[in-house]
């Protein structure tokens, strides 16, 4: 009970201190008030102590210099009385001392209601007794170091709390030796200080008060002060999270004429310029995706003439001189290859326009592994690559489009057979609940630092110098990656210079849901780990809000890094 009880205790004030967090993070100005808050109350605190400290001390000088008056007169008057004696032992001197003693008091000797003064003989202890004005036991209050040094001929005096009469306070002793004919005597003082405490505690009270309250002003005044600065903040940033959703004809209001209305113009003029910008931007890309879908479609009637020409040119090209059906060969496969550029332009065009739909199915992914190996072992055994598989025996089921699935398998497999540098490459077909991943992975010359930023751009080649040999458009990848997207789900590269590189296809294994982990490693278990920034990259892409490319560091604990 009492473990589910502290468990219960240790969650809340987990979750408090968590919300106190978040709440500090956010808030500009609840930091800028108990900054505030926190500053002032030390200031303030310190001043109030200083204060008050001062207060107590000039009281307790007041007091000290009234007993000091009244102790050095009270010493004359004794002496001059005591004087008339020249030995301890006559018997008017005890009567005389308890004369003074009253005559010094100034008031009742059975009434306790001021200043207490006391007359003993340390020296002459058997023939004169103490005496005190009012008759109370003030020992408790004369210590032995204010009795010494007053017994040795010293003005002393010390601050003590006792008990006299029915209640408990603190008095300021002070004594003084009294010289006779006959020996020294000793005359005590003592002032009860509850006056002066009680000055000095309400002088620290209005102090106190007084601070709190300027500290509350002050904090005030702050969260005044910085509502003042940081609204308009907020204006800019709730203006600027619309502009950024596409909403851009919103726009700050502007009042007055000082800093904050200036930045609020500069930023209406920033958006201004912003959606000028934009929109031209989106007439440009509106015309250059009509241009690349028109010259497509426009080439398609002369491309089919052209192909009926070359199809009877090559059918008849071994009665040709050996010249000429060299040349008809090499037509058609400059043809197929402008056919399959031709083919992908209009996919692409299909993407940008946003007219690309997902024909989603129940697949079995094994059979379509098998398919694009197929398709391309003649390929691999020209470059001599192997091409190695690692599926499993049973249906690996999905929820995809299995033309757009075996075209990103197709693209990254032709790609790693392109790169392989002569060392096989590696197909791996994982699953778990909620996903599945296909990884392609070769030992070729891998990617530079940065090329992994530029792996899925249009016509980007790593080595521009290089020869195709599969008759590449350049486009393949960026398809892949648009064909990702549409499924909802990732196309991340690694590559290290020397290591080869990897790629991963992650899918959801229903569509619609949402990617979280991916069933296979991006980094190959076999590369070399870590490594830093002149050794590779990971390039995590993912189905983020723009659908932008999201670079990370590579997984150097063997779990994917996920972008979503």
Not at 25 to 50: D, E, K, P
């Amino acid at each position: 009970m009492a473990r589910a009880l502290w468990r219960a205790l240790a969650a809340a004030a987990s979750r408090l201190t968590s919300g106190v967090h978040g709440a500090w993070r956010r808030s500009l100005q609840l930091r800028v008030v108990t900054i505030t808050l926190v500053a002032s109350s030390l200031l303030v605190g310190g001043f109030a102590y200083l204060i008050a400290d001062k207060i107590t001390g000039i009281l307790l000088e007041n007091a000290e210099s009234d007993v000091r008056l009244r102790l050095r007169n009270g010493s004359e008057y004794a002496s001059k009385q005591f004087n008339l004696y020249s030995q301890p032992r006559e018997a008017q001197l005890q009567d005389t001392i308890d004369g003074t003693v009253n005559y010094l008091a100034g008031g009742d000797p059975a009434q306790l209601n001021g200043v207490v003064v006391a007359i003993t003989a340390d020296n002459f202890t058997e023939y004169i007794k103490p005496r005190t004005s009012p008759a109370v036991d003030v020992a408790p209050l004369i210590g032995p170091e204010l009795r010494a040094k007053v017994a040795a001929g010293e003005r002393a005096h010390q601050i003590r709390t006792g008990v006299l009469g029915d209640r408990r306070t603190k008095y300021l002793a002070y004594g003084s030796p009294v010289p006779t004919r006959f020996g020294q005597l000793e005359l005590y003082y003592l002032v009860p200080l509850a006056r002066q405490d009680a000055t000095a505690a309400d002088a620290r009270a209005t102090v106190v008060a007084t601070g709190a309250a300027l500290v509350l002003l002050l904090g005030l005044l702050a969260a005044l002060v910085t509502r003042l600065v940081v609204t308009p903040v907020r204006v800019a940033a709730r203006t600027a999270q619309r502009l950024s959703a596409g909403l851009l004809d919103q726009r700050m209001v502007v009042n007055g004429e000082d800093d904050l209305a200036l930045l609020a113009a500069s930023f209406n003029q920033m958006a201004t310029n912003l959606q000028r910008q934009i929109l031209r931007l989106e007439e440009m890309s509106r015309l250059q995706r009509r241009f690349t879908s028109d010259v497509s479609h426009e080439l398609r009637t002369p491309l089919t003439t052209v192909r009926m020409a070359a199809d009877l040119i090559f059918a008849e090209r071994d009665e040709f001189d050996p010249a000429v059906a060299r040349s008809a060969e090499l037509l058609q496969t400059e043809l197929d290859r402008f056919e399959e550029l031709l083919t992908d332009l209009l996919e692409i065009s299909r993407f940008d326009a946003g007219f690309a739909m997902l024909d989603a199915e129940p697949t079995d992914l094994v059979p379509v592994v098998h398919r694009v190996t197929e398709r391309l072992a003649g390929l691999a055994e020209r470059v001599g690559v192997t091409i190695e598989l690692d599926v499993p025996d049973q249906p690996v089921i999905a929820e995809v489009d299995p033309r757009r699935v075996e075209r990103v398998l197709r693209n990254l497999v032709g790609n790693a057979v392109e790169h392989g540098e002569g060392k096989p490459v590696r197909i791996t077909l994982g699953m778990d609940q909620s996903a599945v991943a296909i990884t392609v992975r070769d030992h070729g010359v891998g990617l530079k630092p940065g090329e992994e930023k530029l792996v899925f751009n249009r016509f980007w080649r790593a080595d521009p110098s290089r020869a195709r040999q599969t008759g590449g458009t350049g486009l393949g990848l960026s398809i892949s990656l648009e064909d990702a997207r549409l499924h909802g789900g990732w196309l991340e590269a690694w590559g290290a210079p020397g290591q080869g590189a990897q790629f991963r296809l992650t899918l959801p294994a229903r569509a619609g849901d949402r990617l979280t982990t991916s069933p296979l490693r991006l980094v190959p278990a076999d590369a070399a780990l870590p490594f830093g920034p002149r050794d590779g990259g990971l390039l995590a892409i993912g189905p983020g809000a723009a659908g932008a490319l999201a670079v990370g560091p590579a997984e150097e604990s063997g779990r994917a890094e996920v972008t979503s």
